[in-house]
């Protein structure tokens, strides 16, 4: 049965941008709009991870106290991790939603497990989960181990020193500037992208 989805995922990404438009500054929006072009003047492709590319073994915390070692998890085949940077990041709570609309009904029926991965303390990263009913696991990717591996990890040009109250570090819990970019990764049996 196809899942019919209410609306695109860039139909709600330009409701976020529109409602932006009409409640941040001028300051914030060009701000944001240039450490957007600045990821995108940086992308190399030939600097992520490639397909056949092997991961080390790595395992993560999830929110339900769970253990998600990538082993484990890709012993019948495929899991897909979608990096998101935070639970309170209003992209990440349009997009998690959307995925479990869109995508997890169809990994379900090919036995592939979803899981969205956050560098954001588990703790901090139960609210998502339990907001949006997700029906797929939200877990710690401790340090952006596995964002750094595969090439997705960033810190935003604007760090204010010292870092103002409500910081990113501050926010995730984890003291530093560093997120991984909105990304999706398919690896198979054996760790293999």
Wanted: with cysteine.
């Amino acid at each position: 049965m196809a899942t019919i989805l209410k609306d695109t995922l860039e139909a709600r990404f330009a409701a976020l941008q529109a409602e932006r438009a009409r409640s941040w500054t001028a300051a914030q929006l060009e701000g944001n709009a240039r450490q957007r072009q600045v990821l995108l003047d940086r992308f190399d492709p030939a600097a992520l991870a490639q397909v056949g590319d092997i991961l080390p073994p790595l395992a993560f915390e999830g929110v339900d106290g769970e253990t998600l070692d990538i082993d484990a998890l890709t012993v019948n085949g495929s899991a897909l991790f979608i990096f998101f940077r935070f639970a309170g990041c209003p992209a990440c709570n349009i997009a998690l939603p959307y995925y479990a609309e869109a995508l997890v009904p169809a990994l379900r029926g090919r036995d592939i497990p979803l899981v969205a991965l956050s560098p954001q303390t588990p703790e901090r990263l139960t609210n998502i989960k339990r907001r949006h009913n997700l029906p797929f696991a939200v877990a710690t990717d401790k340090d952006n181990r596995l964002a750094r591996q595969i090439g997705i990890a960033f810190r935003p040009d604007d760090r204010p020193s010292p870092p103002p109250s409500g910081w990113i570090g501050e926010v995730t819990g984890t003291g530093t500037w560093e997120l991984p970019q909105p990304a999706v990764l398919l690896v198979g049996l054996g760790r293999v992208v």
